[in-house]
C-alpha cells in the first residue's frame, strides 16, 4: 500500500470516528456528504479502489459510507 493510500485510510478514519456517535444511517450518510464534498475525484477514486473498501475488510461504517462515495 502505498503512502498515499495509507494516508487517505488515515483521514477517513478519522472522519468516520467523528460521526460514529450520530446514530448509524445518519453517520454512514454524513461520511459519505463529507468525502464527497471535501475529497478530490482523484482521492475518492484512490479511495474506492482500495482493497480494504471494496472487500470491506474496513470499519463497517465506512464501508457502507463507501456505497454512497462519488466516483470520477
Known sequence: MSAESKKLLVMAG???SFFRAYPRDE?????AE???KFWTRKM???FLALPEIREGASDPL????SKSIRAG
Open 27 to 31: 453517520a454512514v450518510r454524513a461520511i
Open 62 to 65: 465506512l464501508v457502507a459510507a
Open 14 to 16: 478519522q472522519i468516520t
Open 44 to 46: 475518492r477514486d484512490e
Open 34 to 36: 463529507h468525502i464527497n
